[in-house]
């Protein structure tokens, strides 16, 4: 369980990475807009899945 939680973790990480690469750019067309929604609402799923593993985690 100690892997998956690991792994889930760092793939929230990386959504908050990838937001702040964006911060200070210029980017045409709504594009910046579009990937920030894009990761925040990734960003809410992962933590949910992260909960739950944790939940699960301190079950066993």
């Known amino acids: 369980m100690s892997n998956v939680q690991t792994w889930v ?3 929230l ?3 908050t990475t990838c ?3 964006f911060k ?3 980017v045409k067309g709504g594009v ?3 990937v920030r929604s894009r990761i925040v609402n990734i960003a809410q799923l992962t933590s949910n899945a992260l ?3 944790n939940r ?3 079950l066993h």
């Open 56 to 58: 699960i985690a301190d």
């Open 13 to 15: 990480t990386d959504e």
């Open 24 to 26: 200070g750019k210029t």
């Open 19 to 21: 937001s702040e690469g």
């Open 51 to 53: 909960s739950l593993i």
């Open 32 to 34: 910046k807009a579009a």
């Open 9 to 11: 973790s760092a793939a």
